[in-house]
């Protein structure tokens, strides 16, 4: 094991400052996937900064109509909050349908959205990876990658982002709130994973240092609809082939707002916007939405065993929409 150090961060000024003192430091939330990044040799930090008990952990309504999730907020109690099962329930349904009781209540908000890609490569350290070394190659192209992207992938690296929390957060059109060394700053969900290009290595816009304080919802629109709907290989415990994150409403017979989101099949959540502009205004038909499937879907570039991907995204799209739409 190689020697670390570990300091509990009093404020959100002190973890900011103590990270800036030390390079190659690491925020520790519930360290359900650090620490094991860590005793597998992919991670290996001087320091560990404890920002799990900052004051953080905290669900507040905006004057707006909209909610503030602080980012210690434990992925379970997320899921159980009335306002987010209420008015966000694609959000609860996201969280639920990730990880395991037990690793819900030790995970927060800001961990699940920075957790690492799944991609075998990437977690055996006695094989090359352009995400864990940059420059070393990417074997799950020609290797194992029926888990792996299909939509925006580059040459260096065909992974995938792993959190389904994201990629509800990506249909929400939530905002990332970030505290660093030059101060506050927002970003877009939807903006702040990356695709791989050629910085495989750089899963977000974090800049070094900075500490994910928040995640606001804005008020969610009247008349909508929204479900999370998962595709995997066993029914818990595992992470999603793909899945679909939809909010729709359906007036008169045809669509008024549509925001649709997919997981499993980018290095980012990839927001379907293309999709949601065949949606837009159109008939509420089951035909409608496989073509708004269809028009997301035709930038995908399986490789060799991931084809299946672009089937079960078309399917699943549709079966979420006519759900949603039955229900308006
Ligand atoms: C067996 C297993 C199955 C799983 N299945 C799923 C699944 O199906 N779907 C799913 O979405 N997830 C799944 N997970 C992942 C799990 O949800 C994540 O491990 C968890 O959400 C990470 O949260 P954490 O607080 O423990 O993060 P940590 O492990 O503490 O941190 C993760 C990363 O985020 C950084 N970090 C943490 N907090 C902050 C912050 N506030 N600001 C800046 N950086 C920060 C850390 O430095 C680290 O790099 C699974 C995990 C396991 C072990
Ligand atoms: S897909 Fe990305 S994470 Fe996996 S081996 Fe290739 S470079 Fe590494």
Known sequence: ????????????AHAVQVAAERPGARFLGGGTNLVDLMKLGVESPPLLIDVSRLPLDRIEELADGGLRIGAMVRNSDLAAAPAVRDRYPVLSQAVLAGASG???NTATTGGNLLQ????LYFQDVTKPCNKRAPGTGCPAREGTHRDLAVLGH????????PSDMAVALAA????????????????????FHRLPGDRPDRDTVIRTGELLTAVELPPALPGVHMRYRKARDRTSFAFALVSVAAVLAVRDGAV???????????????????????LHGASATEDTFARAADAELAAARPLRDNGFKVA??????VGVLADLAARA
């Not at 094991?1 to 959100?12: D, I, L, T």
């Not at 079960?312 to 799209?317: F, G, I, P, Q, V």
């Open 102 to 104: 037990q690793l819900r």
């Open 154 to 161: 580059s040459e260096h690296c065909i992974a995938t982002q």
């Open 256 to 278: 008024r707002h549509a925001a649709l989101a997919y997981g499993g099949l980018a290095h980012r959540p990839w927001r379907a916007r293309a999709a949601e502009a065949v």
């Open 1 to 12: 094991m190689k020697p670390f150090g570990y300091v509990r961060a009093g404020s959100v």
């Open 172 to 191: 929400l059109d939530a905002t990332v709130h970030l505290h660093g060394p030059d101060g506050e700053r927002s970003v877009p969900v939807t903006a």
């Open 116 to 119: 690492r890609t799944r991609c």
């Open 312 to 317: 079960l995204a078309r399917n699943l799209t």
